[in-house]
């Protein structure tokens, strides 16, 4: 096994490799497929755990318990691409390299066996690294050692290799140590980047709803948010992910005086392409191995406060689940313009604090709506947004393709 040098390189003797980074902290790690001029030739050419497979390359997640890995089969990746490097940043949001050492391993992807190390010298202020990258050089594929880091994270990383997201970078790259002079290693410049959007969470469909422009992203440094429809909040307080269990309790009462109507609440599952994982609801009141669990029916909504709860431990969904969606349905056929006072909450599920709400105006005469979601980003953090969006459905299974569009 080779110990390997900033700008040193080996050939590869293996056609399928693996490469992870182990350190102390949990890291997330993701690839891209370059082109002879530095850029990936579209979003699908950004591997991360929202979405873990592209031509040849594809993502592994260690579980908490091992690191996480790129695979890269160098037979199977497409003509045209040259380079794949392999990026890392902690999981935990605003954290540096400062005193995290991390190692990267080349693996025979095949048996595991260990091909080469590299462990990045003299970091310090650096939220991500392009650690090390797998290269194609007249004919052979090779590996060589990077270590360039950057200090405004793996948005800027993405940026830089021509992923265009939702913040631009507000920090230029960071090299964390000078690479060998056979091997120099610049970035490219982002000015030449082609105008493609990465994927950091399953992407919306051309009709669906945007958020309406604002000043930034809303955040809960100032305390409990109000959400308007197509709103979103960023669930992270001081630049810091807030908790990692929280609680949506939905609520309503039958308008002026009417009837009981017995409105069932409900959380579909999404994985990072908007397949279908699972629907948490009255019939089903666990699901993802108890991640997320249903407070049980309520069949008249009569009471104050929350009719139906549903526990989300954010920290325990698996890493395919990058999008929740919270419905509700109108089990008994009423029309929602029959209820009133319909609204979503979001909570810390250990303290109880309200964090947001949402209370659901303008009603229509249909027997489902989609409250809100919670989608993961890259970087980890988790958003919610006011949905509001109508749908003729008296069950949770009538919204799992109308939910799915909406991502």
């Not at 991360?48 to 592994?60: I, K, L, W």
């Not at 009255?282 to 526990?311: C, M, P, Q, R, Y």
């Amino acid at each position: 096994m080779t110990a390997m040098t900033p700008g040193s390189n080996i050939p590869l003797s293996v056609a399928r490799v693996a490469v992870d980074v182990a350190a102390p902290v949990r890291l997330d790690v993701s690839g891209l497929l370059l082109t002879a001029d530095g850029k990936v030739r579209s979003d699908d050419d950004f591997i991360f755990y929202n979405q873990p497979t592209g031509p040849g390359v594809s993502y592994r997640s260690g579980g908490g318990t091992a690191p996480d890995a790129i695979v890269v089969d160098t037979s199977a990746v497409p003509p045209g691409i040259e380079k794949i490097v392999v990026t890392a940043s902690p999981d935990a949001a605003g954290q540096t390299f400062q005193g995290v050492e991390p190692t990267a391993t080349i693996r025979s992807a095949d048996d595991g066996s260990a091909l080469a190390t590299f462990t990045p010298p003299r970091l310090g202020a650096e939220t991500a690294l392009v650690v090390v990258e797998i290269y194609l050089r007249n004919g052979v594929w090779k590996a060589r050692a990077v270590g360039q880091g950057y200090t405004n994270g793996l948005a800027g990383i993405a940026t830089d290799f021509g992923v265009s997201v939702d913040e631009e970078p507000t920090a230029t790259p960071t090299p964390a140590a000078p690479a060998a002079p056979a091997a120099p290693m610049a970035p490219p410049a982002p000015a030449a980047r082609p105008a493609v959007q990465a994927p950091p969470v399953p992407p919306s469909p051309p009709s669906a709803p945007a958020a309406p422009a604002a000043p930034g992203k809303i955040n809960l440094d100032k305390g409990r948010v109000s959400l308007q429809k197509n709103q979103t909040v960023s669930l992270v307080k001081g630049g810091r992910p807030l908790l990692s269990q929280v609680k949506m309790g939905l609520g309503w009462e039958p308008a002026f005086r009417g009837k009981d109507i017995d409105l069932d609440a409900s959380v579909i599952a999404y994985g990072p392409n908007r397949n279908h994982l699972d629907s948490c609801y009255f019939g089903k009141l666990s699901i993802l191995n108890g991640a997320i669990k249903h407070s049980g029916d309520n069949l008249t909504g009569e009471g104050a406060g929350d009719d139906e709860v549903i526990v989300v431990d954010l920290g325990r969904l698996p890493a395919e689940a990058t999008g929740l969606v919270f419905t509700v349905n109108s089990f008994s056929g009423q029309k929602f313009t029959e209820v009133a006072k319909a609204y979503c909450r979001l909570l810390d599920a250990a303290t109880g604090e309200e964090l947001v709400r949402f209370d659901l105006t303008g009603t229509e005469p249909q027997t489902g709506v989609m409250m809100a979601k919670l989608i993961k980003q890259f970087t980890g953090e988790w958003d919610m947004t006011a949905m509001g969006d109508f749908v003729k459905s008296r069950t949770v299974r009538g919204m799992v393709k109308p939910a799915a569009q909406a991502l």
